[in-house]
C-alpha cells in the first residue's frame, strides 16, 4: 500500500496521442509509420512557405522594389512547389499574401 501512495502522476505531462498502443493490425502500424514520416515532410515545406512569405512580405514592406522583383521569381517558384503538393491552394488570390 505504501508504494501506491508515494507514486505521484505529473498531471501536465500527460501525452495526448500514444500511436504505439492504438493499432492492433500491422497495415495500421504502418499507415502510422508514414503518416509522422509525411508529417515531418509538411512540416519542413511549411516552413519554406512561411519564410519565403515573410521575406517577401518585409521587401514590399520596406519599399525595396528593386530587391523585391528579383525575388520574386523564387518566391513564385516556391510557392508553385509548395502547392502542387497540397499544402496550400494553386488559386489564391493575391490580397491574401499582404496580410
Given at each position: 500500500?505504501?508504494?501506491?501512495n508515494n507514486y505521484l502522476v505529473d498531471q501536465y505531462y500527460?501525452?495526448?496521442?500514444?500511436?504505439?498502443?492504438?493499432?492492433?493490425?500491422?497495415?495500421?502500424?504502418?499507415?502510422?509509420?508514414?503518416?509522422?514520416?509525411?508529417?515531418?515532410?509538411?512540416?519542413?515545406?511549411?516552413?519554406?512557405?512561411?519564410?519565403?512569405?515573410?521575406?517577401?512580405?518585409?521587401?514590399?514592406?520596406?519599399?525595396?522594389?528593386?530587391?523585391?522583383?528579383?525575388?520574386?521569381?523564387?518566391?513564385?517558384?516556391?510557392?508553385?512547389?509548395?502547392?502542387?503538393?497540397?499544402?496550400?491552394?494553386?488559386?489564391m488570390h493575391p490580397g491574401m499574401f499582404l496580410e
Amino acid at each position: 500500500m505504501s508504494k501506491i501512495n508515494n507514486y505521484l502522476v505529473d498531471q501536465y505531462y500527460i501525452e495526448s496521442y500514444t500511436n504505439a498502443r492504438m493499432a492492433n493490425l500491422k497495415s495500421a502500424i504502418k499507415r502510422i509509420r508514414k503518416i509522422q514520416r509525411q508529417n515531418a515532410v509538411n512540416r519542413l515545406r511549411k516552413g519554406r512557405f512561411k519564410r519565403a512569405l515573410k521575406k517577401m512580405n518585409s521587401l514590399v514592406e520596406s519599399k525595396r522594389k528593386k530587391e523585391a522583383l528579383e525575388f520574386l521569381p523564387k518566391f513564385n517558384s516556391e510557392l508553385m512547389k509548395i502547392a502542387k503538393t497540397g499544402l496550400i491552394k494553386k488559386k489564391m488570390h493575391p490580397g491574401m499574401f499582404l496580410e
